[in-house]
C-alpha cells in the first residue's frame, strides 16, 4: 500500500533548484534509504516532506490525502515525523523532559488534555526511554550525555510519537561502529511498526538496512531500486560511489 | 523540571511568603507601604518573567498590560461604581485580553521585530490614553474615591486604603503569582514553553502549535500585569499614564534582569533591590538615574545571569 507520494516536487533557493520535480513513492512498511553526494537535495526533499520548509512547486500526499499546505505540526498528527542531526535535541533540559515533550505531545494529540495525567505520562516517558537504553540517565541533562547517546536521544523523541513515517536525517554520522550495529537493530525493530526514510553515508549501513534505495543528484532521482540493483547501477557509480 | 526536589523547593517558597507574611509586623510605616508596592510590581515581573525567562519572548510594550488592567479597574470603580472585587477581576480580564489582542497581530513576529511591534502597540495604548483626556484625564489623571475602594463583605468591610489590608492583599497576589508560576513550570504546558525558548524549530516538529502556546504565555503574562495593575489602582487610588509610558516596559525588564532571567524569585529580588537603590540614590542626587545605570553596566559585566541566577550557576542548580 502507498504510504507517501510527492509528484513534481521542487524547491528553489534564489535561483537554485536544490529540488527538481521529484517524484517519488514509498510503500508502507518498507526501509528506504536515499542516497546521493552532497548537495543531491537530499535534506531539502525530506525537509519538504515533514513540513520545515514548504515546496515551490509539486504536491505531497500521505496516505492518500494532500499534504503539500499543511503546517509541520500537524504533520506530526498524521505520523510524519522527523528526527533532526544531533544538534536538535533540547541540551539544557533532562532526558525525561526531552522525551516527555515527546510523549505528551501525542497523549494531548489522542486523548485531549485528559491524556496528560500525571502518572501516565511519567510511565510513557520512563517505557520509551527504555526501550533505547537511556533509563538510568533519565534525569541527566541531555547536554552532557556521549555523542552516541544524544543521538539515540533523538530517536526516542521520534519513537515516543508513534510515528507511521520515520525520516532519519543521517543518523550514524559520529557513531562509533558498535553503536552502528546497535543502530541497525533499533532501526529493524522501529521498521516492524513503522515506515523508515532514511538519509544515510555510511554505504554498509544502507545496504544493510534500506530494502530499497533512492538515490538522488542535482535535485532530481538518479535511480530507484533494490540495493543490489544500484550496486549495479552504472550511472549511480559515475555519480556516487565513484566509478 | 525534574521531581526530586520538590521539598527544598516548597520549602523556600512556602518560606518566602511565609517571610513576607511576617514582614508587615516590623516594617516601619514607610517601608511598610514600599514593600507593598514592591510586592504588586514583582507580580507584574512575574508575569514578564514568563514570557522573557521561560517562552523566550522578549516584549518592550508590556507595561500596557499592567496599565490595561490598572484603568480596567479604576474606571470602572470610579465611573461605573464595580467594587473592588469585580474590578480587580476585570482588570485581570483587561490585561489577558489586551495580550490575546495584541498577540494575535505581534506574535506572527519574533526576535527583534517582536520586542519593535509590542513597543509600538505600547506606544499606541499610551497615546490613546491621552487621547481619550475626558474620560482618562490623561497625564493629570483619575483620583479614585475612597468609597470605591471599599469593599462591602456583609459581615465586615475590606477597606482597600487600610495598610494592613494593602498588604496583605498585595502578598496574596504575589503569592498567587509566583505559585503558578511554579505550577506552570511543572506542567505539561509550561515543559512546552521552556522547549519553544531552547528551539522553536524542534518544538514545531514535535508536532506543536508554538503560536498557540506563545499566545496562551502572553495571555497568562497579561493576565498576571493585569492584576498588579488592577491593584494598584484599587491600592493607591490613583490611574495614570505615567504607567502605560514606555518607562514602566522597561523597568520590569530590569527588574528581571537585575534578579535573574528565568528565575522563579529572581523578579522579586530584583524588583526590591532596583526599588532601594532609585530610592538610596535620590536622597542623594537628582540625577538617580546614573548610579541605575552605572549599577545596570556592573551587573552585565559580572552578573549576566542576574543575582538569582548567578546563585543557581553557583550553588542551588535545583531552583526552578
Known amino acids: ?243 | 523540571m525534574t521531581r526530586d526536589n520538590t521539598k527544598p523547593l516548597l520549602l523556600l517558597h512556602v518560606g518566602l511568603l511565609l517571610g513576607l507574611f511576617l514582614l508587615q509586623f516590623v516594617l516601619p510605616a514607610y517601608h511598610h507601604t514600599n514593600m507593598t508596592r514592591i510586592m504588586l510590581l514583582a507580580a507584574y515581573a512575574t508575569g514578564y518573567n514568563i514570557l522573557v525567562g521561560y517562552t523566550g519572548l522578549l516584549s518592550l510594550g508590556h507595561a500596557m498590560f499592567f496599565a490595561a488592567g490598572l484603568y480596567g479597574a479604576g474606571m470602572a470603580a470610579q465611573y461605573i461604581g464595580l467594587n473592588p472585587a469585580a474590578a480587580l477581576l476585570l482588570g485581570i480580564m483587561c490585561g489577558a485580553g489586551l495580550a490575546l489582542a495584541a498577540g494575535l497581530v505581534a506574535l506572527r513576529t519574533a526576535g527583534v521585530s517582536f520586542m519593535i511591534v509590542t513597543l509600538m502597540f505600547a506606544q499606541a495604548s499610551y497615546l490613546l490614553i491621552l487621547y481619550f483626556n475626558d474620560y482618562t484625564r490623561g497625564d493629570e489623571g483619575i483620583l479614585l474615591s475612597e468609597s470605591s475602594r471599599r469593599l462591602d463583605l456583609g459581615w465586615a468591610t475590606l477597606d482597600f486604603v487600610q495598610p494592613t489590608v494593602r498588604y496583605n492583599l498585595a502578598l496574596l497576589v504575589f503569592a498567587a503569582c509566583l505559585l503558578g508560576l511554579l505550577a506552570l513550570l511543572r506542567s505539561p504546558l509550561g515543559r512546552v514553553l521552556v522547549a519553544i525558548r531552547e528551539n522553536p524549530e524542534r518544538a514545531k516538529l514535535l508536532g506543536y502549535d508554538i503560536f498557540r502556546y506563545k499566545l496562551m504565555a502572553l495571555c497568562i503574562s497579561g493576565a498576571m500585569a493585569g492584576s498588579a495593575g488592577a491593584c494598584f489602582a484599587l491600592m493607591f487610588g490613583y490611574v495614570g499614564a505615567t504607567y502605560a509610558s514606555i518607562q514602566y516596559s522597561i523597568l520590569v525588564l530590569l527588574w528581571v534582569l537585575l534578579g535573574g532571567v528565568g528565575t522563579a524569585i529572581g523578579p522579586l529580588v530584583g524588583t526590591v533591590l532596583m526599588f532601594y537603590l532609585v530610592e538610596t540614590a535620590s536622597d542623594y542626587t537628582s540625577s538617580y538615574n546614573l548610579f541605575v545605570g552605572l549599577f545596570l553596566v556592573l551587573l552585565v559585566l559580572f552578573f549576566p545571569r542576574g543575582i538569582v541566577g548567578w546563585l543557581r550557576d553557583r550553588a542551588v542548580p535545583w531552583l526552578p
Open chain 1, 1 to 243: 500500500m502507498k504510504l507517501l507520494s510527492t509528484s513534481g516536487l521542487a524547491r528553489e533557493f534564489g535561483g537554485i533548484k536544490a529540488v527538481d520535480g521529484v517524484n517519488f513513492t514509498l510503500e508502507q512498511g518498507e526501509i528506504r534509504a536515499i542516497i546521493g553526494p552532497n548537495g543531491a537535495g537530499k535534506s531539502t526533499f525530506v525537509s519538504l516532506v515533514c513540513g520545515r520548509i514548504g515546496p515551490s512547486a509539486g504536491s505531497i500526499e500521505f496516505e492518500g490525502r494532500d499534504i503539500t499546505t499543511m503546517p509541520p505540526w500537524r504533520r506530526v498528527g498524521l505520523g510524519i515525523v522527523y528526527t533532526f542531526q544531533i544538534t536538535s535535541i533540547f541540551k539544557n533540559l533532562s532526558c525525561f523532559d526531552n522525551v516527555a515533550l515527546a510523549v505528551q505531545s501525542k497523549l494531548l494529540r489522542e486523548h485531549g488534555l485528559r491524556g496528560l495525567h500525571h502518572r501516565r505520562l511519567r510511565e510513557s516517558t520512563m517505557s520509551t526511554l527504555e526501550l533505547v537504553g537511556l533509563h538510568p540517565l533519565s534525569h541527566t541533562h541531555a547536554g552532557t550525555l556521549a555523542y552516541g547517546h544524544q543521538r539515540l536521544l533523538e530517536v526516542a523523541m521520534g519513537l515516543a510519537l508513534s510515528p507511521k513515517l520515520l525520516i532519519m536525517d543521517e543518523p550514524t554520522q559520529g557513531l562509533a561502529d558498535s553503536e552502528i550495529v546497535e543502530f541497525c537493530r533499533l532501526t529493524r525493530s522501529i521498521a516492524e511498526s513503522a515506515t523508515v526514510l532514511l538519509i544515510e553515508h555510511n554505504m554498509s549501513v544502507v545496504m544493510e538496512l534500506a530494502d530499497r534505495i533512492t538515490v538522488m543528484n542535482a535535485g532530481s532521482v538518479l535511480a530507484e531500486g533494490t540495493p543490489q540493483e544500484i550496486r549495479r547501477n552504472a550511472d549511480v557509480q559515475a555519480a556516487y560511489l565513484g566509478a
